[in-house]
């Protein structure tokens, strides 16, 4: 047991007024947080098991987590519910959404039901933005997030270092991404809505986890994560029907998407364009400075994920030109009959 952990244990003993527990470990993400599972000998508040939340000042901050917490709950979606916290020493004890994961349950079967109740949440969330409420997913925001590719994918991942032509393939992307993405109905963002976050549940399912980074931007954001997942894979002609049962009944609740679907799944393709990017650059860094060489594996499909787009939109050309320079492909010539 670290010195965290046995703070975190002697902070639980307080918080739980005496009752007995074990801790287990539950997760660990992307960030410095950790996760254990509350296995308690007595029920407490109705609850058999509960998480305590290790985020260690000042690598992290509980404080967001908390409050969009309560925002997603008032917004009737099912997030865990805050039982104690210390803000100050980065404790925090959750109701416990189980450990079922989308990911473990998604297959050809069961995908639509999933995706489904998925997508109800994703509108019930939508509806109930407020202008203000959130930090703003501005452009200089998406810009710094697309510039993990070249800084951590490019430099630190590939060993390469991109020239005067090359930087500018990425600025002209940058620029095309952003300006189609600012464009789009802004709305509450999750910003990780995917099946390592999304729970099954018996009541009001998904449960929804890792909302602390939530913003105020891109409608089509929250679908793409959800749909271009970077742990599992569906044929396009399954994303696009899985997004036609998101746009109809989006579209009917009000929300902002385009009228014509083709227009509004090339939003969605754009949009995940930029998050392609940025999960590239995100994973890299896992890896070389984190030491968390599993997202290595998940690399190749979102690099599918970003040459397909990338091929099939004229203005996202560069971005490909770059690509096959990265890898040292040589473009296919185009025969004109």
């Not at 902070?11 to 296995?39: P, Q």
């Not at 450990?99 to 069961?110: A, F, I, K, V, W």
């Amino acid at each position: 047991m670290d010195d965290r952990q046995q703070q975190l244990s002697i902070w639980l003993n307080k918080a739980l007024v005496g009752t007995d527990f074990e801790l287990t470990t539950a997760s660990a993400d992307a960030s410095f947080r950790r996760y254990f599972r509350v296995h308690l000998a007595t029920a407490y508040l109705g609850h058999q098991t509960l998480i305590a939340m290790d985020a260690p000042p000042p690598q992290e901050d509980c404080a967001p987590f908390v409050r969009i917490a309560r925002l997603f709950l008032a917004a009737g979606l099912n997030v865990p519910k805050i039982i104690a916290e210390d803000l100050v020493h980065g404790f925090l004890l959750l109701s416990d959404l189980g450990d079922n994961t989308y990911l473990q349950h998604l297959n050809s079967e069961t995908a639509t039901m999933l995706y489904g109740d998925a997508t109800n949440a994703l509108i019930k969330l939508q509806l109930a933005s407020k202008q203000h409420e959130l930090p703003p997913y501005d452009e200089t925001l998406l810009t710094r997030e697309m510039q993990l590719f070249p800084d951590w994918y490019v430099n630190q991942h590939l060993g390469q270092t991109l020239n005067a032509e090359q930087q500018g393939w990425l600025q002209q992307t940058f620029t095309a991404l952003n300006k189609n993405i600012l464009s789009q109905g802004q709305v509450t963002v999750h910003r990780d809505f995917h099946s390592r976050n999304l729970m099954v549940t018996h009541e009001n399912s998904p449960g929804i986890l890792d909302f602390q980074d939530a913003v105020q931007g891109a409608i089509a954001y929250d679908l793409v994560s959800l749909l271009k997942d970077a742990y599992i894979e569906w044929d396009e002609e399954q994303i696009i029907d899985l997004a036609v049962r998101y746009w109809e009944p989006a579209k009917k609740a009000g929300l902002p998407v385009h009228n014509d679907f083709s227009e509004f799944y090339r939003d969605f393709e754009w949009m995940g364009a930029q998050r392609h990017i940025k999960v590239l650059g995100i994973f890299a860094r896992l890896y070389h400075r984190d030491g968390k060489e599993g997202y290595l594996k998940d690399m190749p499909l979102v690099m599918h994920y970003l040459r397909k787009v990338c091929e099939r939109y004229v203005e996202l050309r560069p971005m490909l030109r770059l690509l096959d320079a990265l890898e040292g492909r040589v473009p296919r010539p185009k025969y004109v009959v």
